[in-house]
């Protein structure tokens, strides 16, 4: 026992390799009564790790607010050039911003709205990919990079992609109308009205979906399922007079 207490207050380096694991037993052992001179010695060893804890933390979260600051400044140096349109500008900041804090999920997602907008589809998913490993709760990049997909004709992949993407945002009616899309390029027309009906239920005066839906239904001769679907546009001021 005088070996082990002498071990753990000799030094922080042997605290943190050795013994580094046996943090659970000194604080079980110190949460009892300190009645003698050896239990204030764990006492103090356990204030000396957790006080060296205590301060890497602070200086890593420093050096990350540091960090978030920059890629903030870059990117609000974006917004100006963006503005401005100097577009060629706004991207290389943007590049700088990722590089400057490469685990920040919010601005890689921003790079890869302004490569999307502005026809850097092979770069966006670049940027879509590693924000996914980053962020891989978030629906949004599953659903951007099978929008990408969907235009190189890769339909495979992007339903793959926006089942990821559904099942965190079953409701997201961006993913379910793309989704609806692709059911229909594979000749799954059933699986395209559920998919198309899954819209209404979360939209009822989604116009797309509407058109689409009655679309199907006539393309499998069931005008008269059509019929009530198409009727609200009609009444719709939102729709153009082509939907209408």
């Known amino acids: 026992h005088l070996q082990q207490i002498s071990n753990l207050t000799t030094s922080p380096e042997k605290m943190f390799s050795a013994n580094r ?13 300190v009645t003698g001179w050896f239990s204030l010695r764990q006492w103090l060893s356990l204030a000396l790790l957790l006080g ?17 600051s920059e890629s903030q400044d870059l990117v609000e140096q974006v917004r100006v050039a963006t503005e401005s ?8 900041l943007l590049k700088q911003a990722v590089n400057s804090n490469p685990n920040n999920a919010a601005v ?11 026809g850097y589809s092979e770069e966006a998913m670049q ?8 962020t891989p709760d978030d629906p949004k990049p ?9 235009e190189k004709k890769q339909y495979t992949d992007a339903l793959k992609n926006l089942e990821l993407g559904l099942k965190l945002d079953p409701t997201n009616i961006r993913a379910l109308i793309l989704k609806g899309e692709l059911e229909e390029l594979a000749e799954l027309n059933p699986a395209a009205v559920e ?37 609200p546009i009609c009444h719709n001021t939102g729709a153009t007079i082509d939907q209408r």
């Open 127 to 134: 940027q879509l990919k590693k924000t996914m490993v980053l």
């Open 21 to 33: 694991f046996r943090l659970t037993p000194l604080k079980r052992k110190t949460c009892a009564p």
């Open 195 to 231: 998919t198309y009906h899954r819209v209404l239920q979360v939209d009822p005066y989604n116009i797309v979906s509407r058109l689409k839906l009655a679309a199907l239904q006539i393309k499998q001769g069931e005008p008269n399922r059509a019929t009530p679907i198409l009727r």
């Open 142 to 150: 599953y659903i951007d990079l099978a929008y990408l997909l969907h």
């Open 85 to 92: 349109g100097r577009q060629e500008q706004a991207a290389e």
């Open 108 to 118: 890689r997602q921003q790079l890869s709205e302004f490569l999307i907008t502005n």
């Open 52 to 68: 060296i804890c205590s301060s890497g933390c602070t200086s890593w979260r420093q050096k990350m607010a540091v960090r978030d």
